[in-house]
């Protein structure tokens, strides 16, 4: 059984910062890419970042600059510093891991339970 479990969410003032953490647990062979998305009220989920097993990193345009998405395979973390946090930055932040299990010759995206973030003053 493969576990994504975030933490670091809560509510923040305008142009604050918020550090997001997402370990896996479980029965896992490899680790791929991982990345962070999130889904505001009313809206479609979207990818905030990305980073891929090699440390390539992307990132949606509203958060360039601002936030950076980290990794340590050791450990089986990713993580999501967030800076200069804006109102629109509120959601529900999903920590996603393309992971292979051991029983499995292919990957499959695993996703965590979410995480509020809420920026207000």
């Known amino acids: 059984q493969v576990q994504l479990v975030e933490s670091g969410g809560g509510l923040v003032q305008p142009g604050g910062s918020l550090r997001l953490s997402c370990v896996a647990s479980g029965s896992i062979f490899s680790i791929n890419a991982m990345g962070w998305y999130r889904q505001a009220p009313g809206k479609e989920r979207e990818l905030v970042a990305g980073?891929?097993?090699?440390?390539?990193?992307n990132y949606a345009v509203s958060v360039k600059g601002r936030f950076t998405i980290s990794r340590d395979d050791a450990k089986n973390t990713v993580w999501l510093q967030m800076n200069n946090l804006k109102p629109e930055d509120t959601g529900v932040y999903y920590c996603s891991g393309d992971l292979r299990v051991p029983s499995s010759s292919y990957t499959r995206r695993f996703w965590g339970q979410g995480t509020q973030v809420t920026v207000s003053s």
């Open positions: 980073i891929s097993s090699g440390g390539s990193t």
